[in-house]
């Protein structure tokens, strides 16, 4: 959750922008089509920030957090029998397979399934910087990241058991109303926990905005 005009989350000090903050198309969100989200709210975002850092006296940095962060650098580093761009690719090719644009429980969860596959064989991935660079940990966190944000996005597809806006479930093909809620993802020690929440009604001032929009006829028309 942020605060709109300045996207502030609720750590002072902490801004988010993006699909991170479930963005401006909801459950219609298509690829490519981020613009407003980057434009908008990305300036609004660093005008926060910059603000707020301006106004600091001092910019105090724990040393426990920094510490913390390079321990887990170093747990990445160690030679293994496994590269991380061959699972990336893997990683891909299951979430399109699997959680692409039409999706059903079956495939659901024989995708969760290869992810989990995926993430046992992550452990043994070959980290070795050098002086050469820093590819293979590059690699390593974005294989790290990619693996949670499918599991999230696949168990979270499951959990959705309607058709609703870019969601397409060939076994549940129509809206569900009860389902008018965000499902909410929060990571635990070893596991990850599903509640949801009731989206607000839209404001007044909004509905009659969607109460006056006109429908366009489109027959005969080229859409792009």
């Not at 407003?36 to 609004?44: H, I, M, N, S, W």
């Not at 590269?83 to 495939?107: F, H, I, K």
């Not at 058709?163 to 093909?173: E, F, K, L, T």
């Amino acid at each position: 959750m942020v605060e709109p005009e300045t996207q502030a989350t609720a750590v002072e000090g902490l801004y988010a922008v993006g699909e991170v903050t479930s963005g401006l198309h909801g459950a219609n969100r298509l690829g490519g089509n981020s613009l407003t989200e980057t434009v908008v709210f990305g300036k609004r975002v660093g005008e926060a920030a910059a603000a707020y850092s301006q106004s600091r006296e001092t910019r105090v940095r724990s040393r426990t957090t920094v510490t913390a962060a390079h321990d887990d650098l170093n747990a990445l580093l160690s030679t293994g029998d496994e590269l991380a761009r061959p699972l990336q690719r893997a990683l891909r090719d299951t979430m399109w397979e699997c959680c692409g644009v039409v999706r059903s429980e079956e495939r659901l969860h024989q995708g969760l399934e290869k992810v989990r596959e995926v993430k046992d064989v992550a452990a043994r991935v070959d980290v070795r910087p050098s002086a050469e660079g820093y590819q293979d940990l590059a690699q390593a966190l974005d294989l790290r990241s990619s693996l949670l944000a499918a599991e999230v996005t696949i168990q979270g597809a499951i959990e959705r058991c309607e058709s609703r806006g870019a969601h397409q479930r060939s076994d549940y093909p129509h809206l569900d109303p009860v389902l008018q809620v965000n499902i909410v993802v929060t990571q635990a020690e070893d596991s990850l926990l599903f509640s949801t929440r009731v989206v607000p009604e839209v404001p007044d001032y909004l509905q009659k905005w969607i109460s006056e929009t006109r429908t366009t006829c489109m027959t005969g028309g080229l859409l792009e």
